[in-house]
Structure formats: structure tokens, C-alpha cells
């Protein structure tokens, strides 16, 4: 299995140990089956997830969402994720 990371806060240390490589955001979005976003609501990540990146995933790709706050933009056209077919590829 690849593991892939993305974040500002990275721990070479870990990541090796872990066999996790950290790459970029659109990257880690289109090589990825399964993406968990784990970070904090700050201006910066303020709608990280949002209609454009989510196009950028795979059509059979899993989001999974364990954070609070809008990280993750809820008025973008999730609704595709769970409807046959999958994500829509651009």
C-alpha cells in the first residue's frame, strides 16, 4: 500500500517510519482511494475540500471527513459521492 500525506506540518521522522510520503494537495486528491482530512479549521483551510479539488479525485475515491468546521465545503455538489457512478471526472 502508498501511503500519501499532505499537510504544513511535516514529520520526516515519522513518515519514513510509517512508509508515508508527503506530496502535493492535488497529487495526494488524484493518486489517492481514499482521502481522510484531519486538520484544524484556520484561514487557510477555511473550504480546503471545495467543488474544483473534489473534481481533481478519482471517480471511485472515498472522502472522509473526521474534522469539525468547514474545512471541507458543504454547499459544493457532494451529493455525487454516494450516487452511482461516483465523482464525475472534469
Not at 471541507?72 to 450516487?83: I, Q, R, S, T
Given at each position: 500500500?502508498?501511503?500519501?500525506?499532505?499537510?504544513?506540518?511535516?514529520?520526516?521522522?515519522?513518515?519514513?517510519?510509517?512508509?508515508?510520503?508527503?506530496?502535493?494537495?492535488?497529487?495526494?486528491?488524484?493518486?489517492?482511494?481514499?482521502?481522510?482530512?484531519?486538520?484544524?479549521?484556520?484561514?487557510?483551510?477555511?473550504?480546503?475540500?471545495?467543488?474544483?479539488?473534489?473534481?481533481?479525485?478519482?471517480?471511485?475515491?472515498?472522502?472522509?471527513?473526521?474534522?469539525?468546521?468547514?474545512v471541507v465545503d458543504e454547499n459544493a455538489p457532494l451529493a455525487f459521492?454516494?450516487?452511482?457512478?461516483?465523482?464525475?471526472?472534469?
Amino acid at each position: 500500500m502508498n501511503m500519501l500525506a499532505y499537510g504544513t506540518y511535516k514529520d520526516y521522522k515519522a513518515a519514513k517510519r510509517l512508509n508515508v510520503r508527503f506530496s502535493k494537495l492535488d497529487d495526494v486528491l488524484a493518486k489517492s482511494d481514499f482521502v481522510c482530512i484531519s486538520t484544524s479549521l484556520r484561514p487557510d483551510t477555511y473550504h480546503l475540500i471545495n467543488e474544483e479539488r473534489i473534481a481533481k479525485m478519482k471517480k471511485t475515491a472515498f472522502l472522509i471527513n473526521i474534522v469539525r468546521g468547514e474545512v471541507v465545503d458543504e454547499n459544493a455538489p457532494l451529493a455525487f459521492c454516494v450516487a452511482p457512478g461516483g465523482i464525475p471526472t472534469s
